[in-house]
């Protein structure tokens, strides 16, 4: 257990965004608390009204001193926190509760509050740690016109970048069926996009339907478009799926849906450690989250949290 410098134990942060998954975050949280208070372990409640106002109570928070932070929530969430260097430096537990859940499906964190809770405080004294990715895209309103954004699971651009648009306008309380309804859309709305990559073995153009870096294995609630991709190598995976008609993509995506695209002629997969990616008025998603437009710089970097599960 951690001790402030007078002796007391420091206590969890809890965090919550009242919003997440339409307030299923802020339901799952009460459970959580009731959880650990039960056995004798002090929380700090850490919230906010938006997205805003809850990463600026995370970095208070995180600054003044706790033992770690218990995210109740999901992917963007984790996004959210991820931003703040005083809040990456603490050990992190999950509780899933959003839409998607990719992460936490990543290390098989239960859905259960108890079991979740249950996994965090056994990790506790011994933590994984886990890389992250960081991209750099241009952003005229920062400091030096870049802005950088850190991600835990993958980066989006292109085909699953747009399904992840059509996903986050879907308000309806049902889960990462968003994604699939956006799938479907983007499908009937099929265009191929030009992408210039360039990593340390290899520059290409191509035209293409997506780019994604990925650090996990899945996106969007559990497709496998990564397979092989590991949290613990320093490395990230690229994958990149180029032009085909709408019946062959139909065809494509059944494939990658088990996780066995890897023989096909239309994706290539890469580990790299960075990558520059030009794609001219592609809008890119981290971890479901809008980033912004390129060219993007990517990075892996190693062993960047202590995560407990």
């Known amino acids: 257990m951690t001790s402030s410098n007078d002796g007391r134990e420091l206590p969890f942060g809890l965090v919550v965004n009242p919003r997440s998954a339409l307030g299923r975050g802020k339901r799952v949280a009460v459970r959580v608390?009731?959880?650990?208070e039960a056995a004798g372990i002090p929380i700090e409640l850490i919230s906010g009204e938006d997205a805003n106002a809850c990463?600026?109570?995370?970095?208070?928070?995180?600054?003044?001193?706790?033992?770690?932070?218990?995210?109740?929530?999901?992917?963007?969430?984790?996004?959210?926190?991820?931003?703040?260097?005083?809040?990456?430096?603490?050990?992190l537990g999950i509780v899933p509760a959003g839409s998607g859940n990719d992460f936490a499906r990543n290390f098989g964190v239960p859905r259960g509050h108890r079991e979740a809770v249950a996994r965090i405080l056994a990790n506790e004294r011994a933590p994984h740690a886990v890389d992250l990715g960081v991209v750099r895209f241009p952003d005229p309103g920062a400091p030096g016109g870049f802005s950088e954004r850190w991600f835990a699971g993958g980066l989006s651009i292109g085909f699953d970048a747009a399904i992840n648009r059509r996903a986050n306008a879907i308000r309806l309380p049902i889960g990462g069926f968003r994604y699939q309804l956006g799938l479907v859309a983007e499908i009937v709305a099929l265009a191929a996009r030009p992408f210039r990559v360039r990593t340390g073995t290899r520059e290409r153009e191509f035209d293409g339907l997506l780019t994604s870096v990925m650090n996990i294995r899945t996106l969007g609630g559990g497709i496998p478009i990564a397979p092989e991709a590991r949290t613990d190598d320093g490395m990230l995976d690229l994958i990149e799926v180029t032009a085909c008609s709408r019946p062959r993509l139909v065809s494509v995506l059944g494939v990658l849906a088990r996780g066995r695209h890897a023989g096909l002629p239309e994706v290539t997969f890469e580990t790299v450690s960075s990558a520059r990616i030009d794609a001219p008025g592609e809008i890119a998603y981290a971890d479901g989250e809008r980033v912004g437009e390129g060219p993007f710089e990517v990075r892996a970097a190693p062993a960047a949290i202590r995560l407990m599960a």
């Open 33 to 36: 608390a009731r959880e650990l």
């Open 55 to 91: 990463a600026a109570a995370v970095a208070e928070a995180s600054r003044a001193g706790l033992r770690g932070l218990i995210l109740v929530g999901g992917d963007g969430l984790l996004g959210l926190v991820l931003q703040i260097a005083a809040a990456r430096a603490l050990p």
